[in-house]
Structures are given as structure tokens and as C-alpha cells.
């Protein structure tokens, strides 16, 4: 292991659940990235090998991970005990953690350099026990561990962070809900630099309404389904993860998009669509802000939480009652990072640009830093 990494070139490794983005990151500066669309896993060398072989030397990897389960709460350095881990918890996000731990594999098997894993789970490490637990049976929940994990930390980690240091204030002073609006959505309560509570749970699921995802729906009507409504678990999970959400309601992609496009045309099922999107948001939101203990700032980040200014209008105005007010004219301009708070809203409101990437480098670096210094 080098004996520091500080400031050096980290390549960022994120495998999604279809693609596989690339980058290489000099300080929280992009030098170099790709994206690798339908990456079939282990085995899918060759786009690795020639982004690698454009893109110049690195001291490290970073792999962004969605799950670390019940053992890892932070980052860590990886060994062949990680790998074996990561690969056994495969079934808590099986969309995403295999594909993570081929990535791992993969990338390890081409680059002699240390490798750290960046979880999405570890950020919510912080949640209380009573806002983890399940009220199951307690056995049932010690036997599997059962409990709801959250997901989007290292978005929520570091868009928070971005969003204070805008604001000029320290993020501990601050009680904040983050929005994480992409193809899969969720919210982070926020307070004293920690997060609390949050809208995803046991898996990816829960929550919000998402691009394709249904969000949280009466578990009763789940098991309706499968004893009366003729559908086998396999089907059932299919059409909750990939036919489900704006994309069930619409008819579409799910794309928010299309689902706006269809609403300015006077589409009844997108119109539907963006106010069953809305209605959710709003009633989360809420409830994160109570989690917090109030609301100092909104935060919205994510493809759509960046890029659909309606969306945030929409919430915004069912949002009065914790001060939330935006400027029309800032809200519709904003380009990366913006403050669109309305003059003299108690409750600040910020559009910041989504840098997981960055997050993945920075928590690398400190953490083979650390791992270097118990050595000395």
C-alpha cells in the first residue's frame, strides 16, 4: 500500500444495476470517464481495459456499493474477507450488489492498486434504533437481520454537506431534508450532521413513488396479490421494481420527461402520474422534517431533483407550513449548484449538483489515509 494518497488521481468505480460508470478524479475534479452501458458483469473486461488504457495512471479504486449490511458502517479497505462478504448479502440488492462486486473483481484483477469500498447503506448507520426497527416479530428480526438500512448515502452525505457550505453555516447547526430525485428516489432527515431517518428501508424499494419502482405500498396488498390475485412472488417483484411507479401509471418509460411532456399535452394518466409523484414527495418530506426536529434547509439533488424545476415548484407550494418559499425565477434558471429560496424564506432551498463520484474519492483517500497511519 502507497504510504499516502491524498490528493492523488482515485478511478471511481459505480456499477448500477445496468450500466457501469467510470471516472477518474483528481481532487473532486472529473480528468477522465465513461459510461459502459448494458455491462454484462464478470467477464466484461474489455470496456474496463480500454478507459484504463486512455486514462492514465491511478493511486487508487473507489467502488461505489450499495450494501454493506450489519458489518460495514463505513469504508473499507478491501480484501479477498470483504469480497466473500459483500458477495453473501447479494440478496438484500440483488439488482445492484452483485454487479458491485463484479466490478470490484474486475477492475482488481487489471489494476495492482488498493481498493476501497464506499457504501450507500453506511451513511443511515446513524439512524436510531427506533427509527430502524421493524415492528415485527422479534425474532424474525434478529435472525435475519431485519431493519431498515436507507439507501443514497453517499448522494445524501454529500449533497448536504455542498448544501451547507453554500449557506455559509455549519451543517451540525442545521436541520435539513435531502432529496435524492432520480430513477430511484429517496429522503434523508438530517440533524447535526447525521442522518436519522429516511424514506427507503430494508431494500431499495420503499418510499417514494420512482421512475419505475412503486415505493412503499400496504404490505396487506402484496400478500392480496399473491393469495387472490393469481401472481407468483418472481412476478409480483418484477412488476414492483421495473413496471411500477410513473412508469405503471403512464404507460411510458417512467422518465419524468415524458411524464411532464404528457401533462402539458393534456394527458390524464401522466397528470395523475406527476400528482401521485407529487403527493408523495410532500407527505415525505413532512415526515422527514418532523424526524429532524424542523426544517432549516431543503435540499434537492439527483437527475430529477436537478433538472425539473416543476417537480420542485409543485412540492414547494404544499410546503408553506415549514416556511419553504422559492423564487420562480431561480427556480426556473438553475444550473448546477443554485440557492432558489424566495427572499426572506425562513426555510432555505438549494438545487445541488449530484457528485457521488467525488464522495467515493474523497471517503478513498481518507480512508487508505487512516488505514496508512495505523501502520507507521
Not at 478507459?51 to 458502517?73: E, K, P
Not at 435539513?176 to 431494500?203: I, K, Q
Amino acid at each position: 500500500m502507497a504510504s499516502t494518497v491524498g490528493a492523488d488521481r482515485v478511478l471511481v468505480v459505480n456499477a448500477g444495476s445496468s450500466s457501469l460508470k467510470l471516472a477518474v478524479l483528481e481532487g473532486d475534479r472529473v480528468a477522465a470517464s465513461t459510461t459502459v452501458e448494458a455491462w454484462q458483469g464478470v467477464g466484461d473486461v474489455a470496456p474496463i481495459e480500454e478507459f484504463l488504457s486512455s486514462c492514465g495512471d491511478v493511486a487508487a479504486a473507489g467502488h461505489r456499493v450499495v450494501h454493506g449490511g450489519t458489518r460495514y458502517t463505513a469504508p473499507v479497505v478491501v480484501d479477498d474477507d470483504v469480497v466473500a462478504y459483500l458477495d453473501s448479502i447479494c440478496d438484500l440488492a440483488p439488482l445492484h450488489q452483485p454487479r458491485a462486486v463484479a466490478g470490484i473483481r474486475e477492475v482488481s484483477r487489471l489494476l495492482d492498486v488498493p481498493v476501497v469500498a464506499a457504501f450507500d447503506t453506511a451513511f443511515h448507520a446513524t439512524l436510531t434504533t427506533a427509527a430502524r426497527t421493524y415492528a415485527l416479530p422479534r425474532e424474525w428480526n434478529h435472525r435475519w437481520d431485519l431493519r431498515r438500512y436507507g439507501f443514497h448515502g453517499l448522494s445524501h452525505a454529500s449533497a448536504v454537506r455542498r448544501a451547507a457550505a453554500m449557506l455559509g453555516r455549519p451543517l451540525d447547526s442545521l436541520r435539513v431534508v435531502s432529496c435524492h430525485l432520480g430513477a430511484g428516489a429517496s429522503l434523508a432527515a438530517v440533524r447535526e450532521g447525521r442522518s436519522v431517518d429516511t424514506t427507503m428501508g430494508f431494500t431499495p424499494l420503499a418510499g417514494l413513488v420512482m421512475q419505475t419502482r412503486s415505493g412503499s405500498v400496504d404490505p396487506g396488498l402484496v400478500t392480496w396479490l399473491l393469495e387472490h390475485g393469481g401472481l407468483d412472488a418472481e412476478t409480483l417483484t418484477a412488476a414492483l421494481e421495473h413496471q411500477s411507479g410513473l412508469r405503471g401509471l403512464t404507460g411510458t418509460s417512467g422518465d419524468i420527461r415524458e411524464v411532464l411532456a404528457g401533462r402539458a399535452r393534456g394527458d390524464a394518466d401522466c397528470a395523475l402520474a406527476f400528482d401521485v409523484y407529487v403527493h408523495t414527495l410532500v407527505r415525505e418530506i413532512g415526515a422527514m422534517a418532523a424526524s429532524a426536529g424542523g426544517l432549516d434547509l431543503l435540499v434537492f439533488t439527483g437527475g430529477v431533483g436537478e433538472h425539473a424545476p416543476d417537480v420542485r415548484a409543485a412540492a414547494a407550494d404544499r410546503l408553506g407550513h415549514l416556511a419553504v418559499a422559492l423564487d420562480p425565477d431561480a427556480n426556473a434558471a438553475a444550473q448546477g449548484d443554485a440557492d432558489i429560496s424566495a427572499t426572506g424564506a425562513k426555510t432555505a432551498t438549494v438545487v445541488v449538483t449530484a457528485a457521488e463520484a467525488a464522495e467515493v474519492a474523497r471517503l478513498t483517500r481518507e480512508t487508505l489515509a487512516a488505514a496508512n497511519s495505523q501502520l507507521r
